[in-house]
């Protein structure tokens, strides 16, 4: 071997360096390429999924808005058939609900029967709502014994506040009877203490007499209570119940179903016995 053969196994030929530094630059600029393809596909699917949510909260906003029509249209007509004059009546003085529905039933926090029941029926409601109070006052009951006491189902009721101001005071103080222990028994006490749609029936000051018929701590209560508490979480609630396609009160889900409404308790008592299996 020569010197020359023996120093050219240490060097590369030019054409050879070139080839290779050519074929870099390709690579490269393929990954370059490949990388905003990447980043601009990324850059769509944010854009999309930006207008998507823009959408929904169009959506949602526009419910809230045919909520608050319709309930306005309703406060109208049940205050053009309550009202016996032109003055506005006080309302009647605040009275203990009626709590024997509940002896013997567990209840934890917002959720009223045996937590093992297969059955979870959530219903959306609003303390001012009509429909509401007739429900709770009238067909409940039969699904409380029916279901409930029994420990088939679990009930659980959410708050859609959106009414007025009154329904949103009287959200709060249920939750703030929750802190004690007392949910079920305030909510039934506002129920059986419903004078329609603001119309004073849920002033703080009633809202306070009605915790201290139920035995709460009143001190405690009006400190959650005038302290707003609970306003955030319960204007949450309202967002929350529209975002899940809530679009009247009462409202109802059966083991997670998309919510619907009832014309008569027939239509519930079917979707439960379904859900039952």
């Known amino acids: 071997m020569t010197p020359s053969e023996e120093g050219s196994r240490w060097f590369l030929p030019l054409a050879t360096l070139q080839a290779i530094l050519l074929l870099a630059l390709v690579v490269g600029t393929a990954l370059f390429v490949a990388e905003l393809r990447r980043l601009s596909n990324r850059a769509e699917t944010l854009a999309h999924e930006v207008t998507l949510l823009q959408q929904r909260a169009d959506a949602a906003e526009r419910r809230l808005s045919d909520l608050e029509e319709q309930n306005a249209q309703l406060a109208a007509q049940v205050a053009s058939r309550t009202s016996s004059t032109a003055t506005p009546q006080p309302p009647p003085p605040v009275r203990a609900p009626d709590l024997t529905k509940l002896a013997g039933v567990p209840r934890q926090g917002r959720v009223l029967g045996d937590p093992t029941a297969p059955v979870l029926v959530v219903v959306w409601g609003d303390y001012q709502c009509p429909a509401c ?72 000051a009633r809202l306070k007499e009605l915790a201290s018929l139920l035995g709460l701590d009143v001190t405690a209560f009006e400190t959650c209570l005038a302290g707003g508490r609970y306003t955030v979480r319960v204007q949450e609630a309202v967002q929350q119940a529209l975002d899940a396609g809530v679009q009247a009160t009462p409202s109802f889900s059966v083991n997670g179903s998309p919510p619907f409404t009832i014309s008569r308790l027939d239509d519930l008592v079917a979707r439960i016995e379904e859900a039952s299996g």
């Open 133 to 204: 109070a007739a429900f709770e006052q009238q067909l409940f009951p039969q699904l409380l014994e029916r279901y409930v006491a029994n420990g088939r189902v679990r009930w659980e009721f959410r708050d859609l506040a959106f009414i007025g101001r009154e329904s949103l005071r009287a959200a709060e103080a249920a939750s703030c009877a929750e802190e004690q222990g007392k949910f079920w028994e305030y909510h039934v006490g506002l129920y059986a203490n419903f004078v329609g749609a603001n119309r004073g029936g849920y002033s703080d």
